[in-house]
């Protein structure tokens, strides 16, 4: 076991008077939201840089030689190969090439995840993201303005950054059992949130004069943790001696078959997907008990649940990427506001995120319910962007409290999803206890997921140049659409509920 444990563990002084399970557990839950923050951190300076590689320059006085990129009188503050009006669709292609790669890359790093030590993995992919997100902000320094060159650097970056999400997910998974796995990995999952405001704010302090420190600093940020993961990183339980959690309740599940109530016992264990009945009657290869073996990709798939809040992912990511990638750009194009302002303003979305992740942590785990909580939100979500895009751009208080709004129903869903329900889909009780598949399965779910979130910015950058009410009517599909995948899981959460007529469900 001492081979297992990180250099750093073993120079921490023993402390005998603390419990260590509920240390290390604590401890992982901080370090963890640390690490994927900083992966948040070091993708959102794209979207804050956006509005400086293409600026109006109308009204500024243009110096008298030596304009990078310029062509015209026009557009002479421009970055080229950015300074065209084709920059939009250019634009679009850096999300585009970044988001593919991600999500390609997530599909693989759920396997490898599973296959070889997490400690290993996830600092490797911390390192090599930093690497290739400072890599991008150099082209500012080496005055490079070809187009291949940035869309590479977005393809080699998003590869690596598909690394954290799966190894992250499975290390919390690993400590924490499914008592109060929602509200506990929904105030977690503001490391998403959180590491968008703070690459909003560290990018936004460099946009106006030198972008390229937009890019670097945000890339040694994570580099930095990269090598505290390394050295600090307890990816399970047992590497330290300590004890696993209880991914089950078994007392909860097995008991109802013993009393006869059959139908009850049906109906209350097709309450959330990780207890759903299917399991017993569905061709998935079932794990024998104790046996700890990384799962096949079929397999996963074939865990009830697994392919819809997929496929709902995929659109409920398309609306909170496009968010992401665009809305400082947006609220740069539609108010008075400098690109440093815009920036600062887009975080509130996230704020909002936040809380509307904790709150739906907080009713799933009140309700036993993942998918009621995710349908509610998404149905909110949808008025929540019309309106703001009618009345976000009036004044300054009405783009604060709308971009709070629907940060708060369009995250919280997106938050739900792939967190808890990851989780719990990937501790499922077909699998008898092995936890080998945690990652598999939330790289399946988060990677379905972002290729709506590449089709979402892609989309945008073709939709936008005829009005940004088009793309609103576009993300307001996508949301109606995830609502729609969700309906099965709804209705039976919500019969389940009404024919038990149990006001607290166990999860």
Same mark, same amino acid.
């Given at each position: 076991m001492a081979n297992s444990v990180p250099l750093g563990i073993q120079m921490l002084p023993q402390q005998r008077c603390i419990n260590r399970d509920s240390a290390y557990r604590l401890f992982i839950l901080l370090f963890t939201f640390i690490c994927y923050m900083s992966y948040h951190l070091s993708r959102k300076p794209i979207s804050v840089v956006k509005s400086e590689l293409h600026r109006n320059c109308s009204g500024e006085k243009q110096p008298g030689s030596g304009s990078s990129g310029a062509n015209t009188t026009d557009n002479w503050c421009d970055w080229s190969p950015f300074e065209n009006a084709n920059y939009k669709q250019l634009l679009g292609s850096l999300d585009l090439a970044y988001l593919f790669a991600y999500a390609v890359g997530m599909f693989i790093s759920g396997q490898v995840a599973e296959r070889m030590n997490l400690r290993y993995f996830l600092s490797l992919g911390m390192i090599l993201s930093g690497v290739f997100t400072a890599a991008f902000g150099m082209g500012y320094f080496l005055s490079i303005h070809v187009l291949w060159y940035y869309i590479l650097i977005q393809v080699i970056a998003g590869l690596f950054q598909s690394s954290g999400w799966p190894a992250v997910v499975a290390c919390v998974g690993n400590w924490y059992g499914k008592g109060k796995r929602g509200f506990i990995m929904g105030v977690w999952n503001s490391h998403t949130s959180v590491g968008n405001i703070l690459g909003s704010v560290i990018a936004g302090i460099w946009v106006g004069n030198a972008w390229g420190w937009s890019f670097v600093v945000p890339g040694f940020i994570i580099i930095g943790f990269g090598i505290l993961v390394f050295l600090f990183l307890v990816p399970e339980p047992k590497d330290v001696g300590c004890t696993p959690p209880e991914h089950h309740q078994a007392n909860t599940e097995d008991s109802f078959s013993t009393q006869?109530?059959? %139908?009850?016992?049906?109906? !209350?264990?097709? =309450?959330?997907?990780?207890? $759903?009945?299917?399991?017993?009657?569905?061709?998935?290869?079932?794990?024998?008990?104790?046996?700890?073996?990384?799962?096949?990709?079929?397999?996963?798939?074939?865990?009830?649940?697994?392919?819809e809040f997929s496929l709902c992912l995929f659109f409920a990511k398309l609306v909170s990427y496009t968010f992401l990638f665009w809305l400082p750009n947006y609220i740069n194009d539609n108010?008075? %506001?400098?690109?440093?302002? !815009?920036?600062? =303003?887009?975080?509130?979305? $996230?704020?909002?995120?936040?809380?509307?992740?904790?709150?739906?942590?907080?009713?799933?785990?009140?309700?036993?319910?993942?998918?009621?909580?995710?349908?509610?939100?998404?149905?909110l979500a949808a008025p929540a962007l019309y309106v703001y895009n009618l009345y976000g751009s009036l004044n300054y208080a009405n783009c604060v409290g709308l971009l709070l709004a629907a940060g708060f129903f369009v995250n919280g869903p997106y938050s739900l999803i792939t967190t808890a329900v990851s989780a719990d889909l990937g501790t499922h009780r077909s699998l008898k206890g092995n936890s080998r598949a945690l990652a598999t399965v939330t790289a399946i779910i988060d990677g379905t997921g972002s290729i709506g979130a590449a089709v979402g910015p892609l989309l945008t950058g073709v939709i936008s140049p005829y009005g940004w009410e088009k793309v609103f009517y576009m993300l307001i599909a996508a949301d109606m659409i995830a609502l729609l995948l969700l309906t099965r899981l709804f209705i039976k959460e919500i019969k389940t509920a009404v024919c038990c007529r149990r006001p607290h469900y166990n999860v």
């Open positions: 006869g109530d059959n %139908y009850s016992q049906k109906q !209350s264990t097709n =309450l959330n997907p990780d207890s $759903d009945s299917e399991a017993s009657s569905s061709n998935l290869p079932l794990i024998p008990k104790g046996e700890e073996k990384a799962i096949s990709f079929y397999s996963a798939l074939l865990i009830p649940g697994v392919i108010t008075d %506001y400098d690109p440093e302002v !815009s920036a600062d =303003l887009s975080t509130l979305f $996230d704020v909002g995120g936040i809380a509307g992740g904790i709150a739906a942590g907080v009713f799933s785990d009140y309700t036993g319910a993942r998918a009621v909580p995710c349908a509610l939100m998404l149905a």
